[in-house]
């Protein structure tokens, strides 16, 4: 059985569960949340077609917007990460690599994987909360969310990572 043909939808299913469920329930100091959603789209094939690409972050960010009454800011800034994903991946992966070529940690490197996945979720998180607040007023507060929220979500994108390929033995 191909295992690619369901790691696609029980990874938006169980990203989509937990961000809503408990994730979403979750802010500390004010500003940083867990966005672990972002994992969804870090961790999509290197040759996946680009409109499949925004087509399934879109829908994500639609759903999560419902649930966390964010009336398409999670839906744009999927969307946007998205369409930059596989230009971001060519920064920190050899152009040898082969088409359906999954980003982690165990394939890319702790290096690479890290810094890939800080490049992206810090571009999630001024995109976010930039559509989110509106205003730069209060750019310390907009910084703070921008700068917590990416520490913490790329801390437990890179703890979710670890689990699951330690898991599937990858």
């Not at 810090?122 to 989110?132: A, D, K, P, R």
């Not at 205003?135 to 994108?157: H, Q, R, Y």
Request: overall charge positive; glycine content about 6%.
């Amino acid at each position: 059985m191909n295992f690619d043909i369901i790691r696609q939808p029980v990874l938006f299913l169980v990203l989509c569960v937990a961000q809503v469920f408990i994730l979403n329930h979750i802010q500390l100091f004010g500003c940083a949340m867990p966005l672990l959603y972002v994992f969804f789209v870090i961790s999509m094939k290197k040759g996946m077609a680009k409109w499949s690409m925004m087509v399934w972050a879109f829908v994500m960010g639609i759903l999560l917007d419902i649930f966390a009454n964010t009336p398409g800011v999670t839906a744009a800034s999927m969307t946007a990460i998205a369409m930059a994903q596989p230009y971001v991946l060519n920064l920190f992966v050899s152009r040898e690599v082969e088409e359906n070529f999954i980003p982690s940690m165990a394939v890319m490197g702790w290096k690479s994987y890290t810094s890939y996945t800080v490049a992206m979720t810090l571009g999630f998180c001024l995109i976010y909360f930039t559509l989110e607040m509106m205003s730069f007023f209060n750019f310390g507060k907009w910084l703070g969310c921008v700068i917590g929220s990416g520490v913490l979500t790329t801390a437990l994108i890179v703890a979710v990572d670890r689990l699951i390929h330690r898991k599937i033995g990858n």
